[in-house]
């Protein structure tokens, strides 16, 4: 399922660069598809590492969902999927 999240997301990226208020994410969800896409989840990570990793995968599942808080096709309905990328995304990839 986590292959199928990330072909979604690599799909929405293209939604995303030509988006003015998420196009400057476009390096940090790329940067987590990539973190995650090269993850192996032999069950040997420490509980730190897989709380980030179920950060990163929940941010994800929030961008491809088009009905979230606020619908992605509201005005203004990227306001919340900005916010949780950016924080969460931040966060799991410790940037921040």
Avoid: C, K
Wanted: no cysteine; net charge negative.
């Amino acid at each position: 399922m986590l292959a199928e999240l990330l072909d979604l997301v690599r799909l929405r990226l293209v939604r995303i660069r030509a988006d003015e208020h998420l196009a400057h994410l476009a390096t940090l969800i790329a940067d987590a598809v990539a973190w995650l896409d090269g993850i192996a989840f032999d069950g040997g990570a420490s509980a730190a590492a897989v709380a980030r990793r179920r950060m990163a995968v929940a941010a994800l599942s929030y961008l491809v969902d088009f009905n979230d808080v606020i619908p992605d096709d509201a005005p203004g309905g990227t306001v919340d999927d900005q916010v949780v990328l950016e924080v969460v995304l931040s966060r799991a990839l410790d940037r921040g």
